[in-house]
T-cell receptor, first 110, second 111 residues
């Protein structure tokens, strides 16, 4: 089976812009979770989608949103980008208790 | 305030050594604890622990959870240079299923 894929791998944006990141889970996995990783804050949970519904949400402002499609692919959107949004954004798909991460999208906000 | 604390923050050992990494937590409505290994890429899932006292084992790695004392340990025996990585632990809570990560332990295994 192919692993979790994320696109794009790298992205540079300026403050105030918005960005959409994409994640394709492992075939058959219905749960997709998103995380933000920064040197200062470490790895932080954003939200989880299951069967097109947001099931869990971390402690991030409303500028961070997401959705999941019927084929389980998920997108994450960040609006009104701030410098502090520069990070590695990871998505993970899971089935049962095991979780598999994608390679991440490195977002730089200038 | 809910928190997950890992120790030590960094560790340098030689091949063949055995290491023990610690993860303590103070969270409400604890549900489960997870261990990950992160090299120069995305984290790799290692273990999920929900019940106290039951050791999970995978090759040279093993982990156990103590829900009374609120901590978990990750053991690596006969370490190899390929074990060099940051090891992360995370706790999931029942109330909101939020996943809270520790800062990680950076393990360096020297030949």
């Amino acid at each position: 089976k192919a692993g979790v894929t994320q696109t794009p791998r790298y992205l540079i944006k300026t403050r105030g812009q918005q960005v959409t990141l994409s994640c394709s889970p492992i075939s058959g996995h219905r749960s997709v979770s998103w995380y933000q990783q920064t040197p200062g804050q470490g790895l932080q949970f954003l939200f989880e989608y299951f069967s097109e519904t947001q099931r869990n949400k971390g402690n991030f402002p409303g500028r961070f949103s997401g959705r999941q499609f019927s084929n389980s692919r998920s997108e994450m959107n960040v609006s009104t980008l701030e410098l502090g949004d520069s990070a590695l954004y990871l998505c993970a798909s899971s089935q049962d208790s095991a979780q598999y991460f994608g390679p991440g999208t490195r977002l730089t906000v200038l | 305030e809910d928190k997950v604390v890992q120790s030590p923050l960094s560790l340098v050992v030689h091949e063949g050594d055995t290491v023990t990494l610690n993860c303590s937590y103070e969270v409400t409505n604890f549900r489960s604890l997870l261990w990950y290994k992160q090299e120069k890429k995305a984290p790799t899932f290692l273990f999920m622990l929900t019940s106290s006292g039951i050791e999970k084992k995978s090759g040279r790695l093993s982990s156990i959870l103590d829900k009374k004392e609120l901590f978990s340990i990750l053991n690596i025996t006969a370490t190899q240079t390929g074990d060099s990585a940051v090891y992360l632990c995370a706790v999931i809570q029942y109330n909101n299923n939020d996943m809270r990560f520790g800062a990680g332990t950076r393990l360096t295994v020297k030949p």
